[in-house]
Antibody, heavy 125, light 107 residues
Framework: QVQLVQSGAEVKKPGASVKISCMASGYTFTNYFLHWVRQAPGQGLEWMGIINPSGGSTSYAQNFQGRVTMTSDTSTSTVYMELSSLTSEDTAVYYC??????????????????WGQGALVTVSS | DIQMTQSPSSLSASVGDRVTITCRASQPISRFLNWYRQKPGKAPEVLIYAASSLQSGVPSRFSGSGSGTDFTLTISSLQPEDFATYYCQQSYTTPPTFGQGTRLDIK
């Protein structure tokens, strides 16, 4: 069965960086794009970016440009999200999510069909 | 970016009730609208994709409708596990954007 298993909770000081992993299993890793979405405490969902595990191409949300880096390792079916220059406003649960495109895409588009369990990042001095 | 606005932001209902949640896009998005349920402390899970298609394994009490800018999620008979927060999400353009959420509480 499809699983996305994320690394554990992190506590970081302001100005530091954090790197979270998301290991995929149960499907062909390179066939599906993966996204990162975060959720601040008591808040809604915020899209951060997307990575194509096959080749590693990425696209980032404007809010995170210059601060986020997403990478993939096909040998371990793992994607990583690194966020730098952390502030208290980056305290959130970070999720990876798999994108599925329903054919025909022009009629059905895409959605997030599997999610990791989330990784809590706390930024505090 | 396309703004997604849900209403209401919260509502209270009882087991067995029929409830409807609305999502409005700031510009037309055809039918590229998905609905998710998020239980406390858990990741979101998809319920409906492409406005009205039921995700495999999701109970038939969930249904979706709409196109263009206005969409609805209906739960025909609330079950205890449905007391959660619901989000709409547009997949028409990048970046994908979510509504602010609708919290559904037990009355």
């Amino acid at each position: 069965q499809v699983q996305l298993v994320q690394s554990g909770a992190e506590v970081k000081k302001p100005g530091a960086s954090v790197k979270i992993s998301c290991m995929a299993s149960g499907y062909t890793f390179t066939n599906y794009f993966l996204h990162w979405v975060r959720q601040a405490p008591g808040q809604g969902l915020e899209w951060m970016g997307i990575i194509n595990p096959s080749g590693g191409s990425t696209s980032y949300a404007q809010n995170f440009q210059g601060r986020v880096t997403m990478t993939s390792d096909t040998s371990t079916s793992t994607v990583y999200m690194e966020l730098s220059s952390l502030t208290s406003e980056d305290t959130a649960v970070y999720y990876c999510a798999r994108e599925i495109v329903v054919v025909p895409a022009a009629m059905f588009g895409d959605y997030f069909d599997y999610w990791g369990q989330g990784a809590l990042v706390t930024v505090s001095s | 970016d396309i703004q997604m606005t849900q209403s209401p932001s919260s509502l209270s209902a009882s087991v067995g009730d029929r409830v409807t949640i609305t999502c409005r896009a700031s510009q037309p998005i055809s039918r590229f609208l998905n609905w998710y349920r998020q239980k406390p402390g858990k990741a979101p899970e998809v319920l409906i994709y492409a406005a009205s298609s039921l995700q495999s394994g999701v109970p038939s009490r969930f249904s979706g409708s709409g196109s263009g800018t206005d969409f609805t999620l209906t739960i025909s008979s609330l079950q205890p596990e449905d007391f959660a927060t619901y989000y709409c999400q547009q997949s028409y353009t990048t970046p994908p954007t979510f509504g602010q959420g609708t919290r559904l509480d037990i009355k």
